[in-house]
């Protein structure tokens, strides 16, 4: 009896664990999200490449707004460690639900990894001149670093975040058409989420990706805590 007493609380302790465990990949997926939205609003705050030369002097003296940026910075790369969070809890479950070698499971993360590191690269390039000024006491006179550094940027999340973005959603979208693992809206909501983002890589806007990594979040972690409910339902019966 004792015995049987003892293997039951290590079930549930272990149990607890791995919900606790489950948890954090969510809640990492939906703090990516808020850290990366505020995180744009703030680091974006620079003139277009367009703007008028007095325009972007009168931001080269502006401290203010280059602490802004730097602020942007520092939580979009806070936003890509929380997304490799998310990225190992989607990873172990398509790799569960697919089986054998997990290759797409793989593949998705793999381009997740490319999706992070590329956004912290994004984060620098936009942040160069305010930490240059800010932090290092800098005189940077020159417009056209201004009208440069922001759009590399740019293009790094245009041909780095944008694709390997599509790549993690894609490859999840197959895995869970094959076993069902999530459901198949998640799937199809995907799909639309991919072709959103070849539109509007033009205007290098990632928003598709931002709400299909917030719309799975919350459904791994209803799925999570639907199988705690069905667990300790299974104990007390």
Known sequence: MDTYIKASSAESNQATALSRFGRSGPIAGLAF????????????DVPLPDAPAQEITAYLADAGRHTTNLIGAY??????????????RLRNELRRAEGGQGTVSNIAFGAGVAFSAV???AAAAYAAIPYAIALRGASVTDVDLVRVLPPLGRLALLLGGGFSGILVILAAAV????TAVFPKWL?????????????DVVYVNITPFWAWVGV??????????SSITNHNI???S
């Open 187 to 199: 799937a199809w909501l995907g799909i639309v989420a991919s072709i959103a983002l070849l539109f």
């Open 75 to 88: 939580l979009w790369v806070l936003g890509a460690l929380a997304f490799l969070g998310f990225l190992v």
């Open 175 to 178: 895995v869970i058409f094959r």
């Open 33 to 44: 999200v808020v850290l990366m939205v505020v995180g744009s609003m703030l680091i974006g």
């Open 216 to 225: 799975a979040s919350i459904v791994m972690l209803v799925r999570r805590g």
């Open 119 to 121: 956004w912290m690269g």
């Open 234 to 236: 299974k104990e007390l």
